[in-house]
């Protein structure tokens, strides 16, 4: 059964909506209604991508990494969005720590609540 906080995999597409290779997302919350739609982010070992106080860095050495199921240092892009069909998604690896599911909440919100 599919939850917020767990990393899964799936096919994120690309910003011109070709599709995307098969990578780890992050189910961030279950869309309203009677659909299985899901709010997720990209995760990518592309460190350098990462936009400080915005998304965030598991590292190795972090107590939630082992849990996650990544294989890499990554960043969860917080600003790579996208609602999906619970039905695409291929599978979960892992699942991070409620406290880190919290500030990437908290980071999107506060992004969101900007004028």
């Given at each position: 059964m599919?939850?917020?906080?767990?990393?899964?995999?799936?096919?994120?597409?690309?910003?011109?909506?070709?599709?995307?290779?098969l990578r780890?997302?992050?189910?961030i919350?279950?869309?309203p209604?009677?659909?299985?739609?899901?709010l997720?982010?990209?995760?990518s070992?592309?460190l350098?991508?990462?936009?400080?106080d915005?998304?965030e860095i598991?590292?190795?050495n972090d107590?939630d990494f082992?849990?996650?199921?990544?294989?890499a240092?990554s960043?969860?892009?917080v600003?790579r969005?996208?609602?999906?069909?619970?039905?695409i998604?291929?599978g979960a690896?892992?699942?991070?720590?409620?406290?880190?599911l919290?500030r990437i909440?908290?980071?999107?919100t506060?992004?969101?609540?900007?004028?």
């Open positions: 599919k939850h917020a906080g767990q990393v899964v995999l799936f096919r994120f597409p690309q910003t011109d909506l070709a599709e995307g290779k780890p997302a992050l189910l919350r279950k869309l209604g009677p659909h299985d739609d899901w997720v982010c990209m995760i070992s592309q350098r991508h990462c936009i400080p915005f998304d598991i590292q190795e107590t082992t849990t996650s199921g990544l294989k240092p960043v969860i892009r600003g969005l996208a609602v999906v069909d619970g039905a998604v291929l690896i892992g699942e991070i720590a409620s406290e880190r919290e909440r908290a980071h999107l506060e992004w969101l609540r900007q004028a």
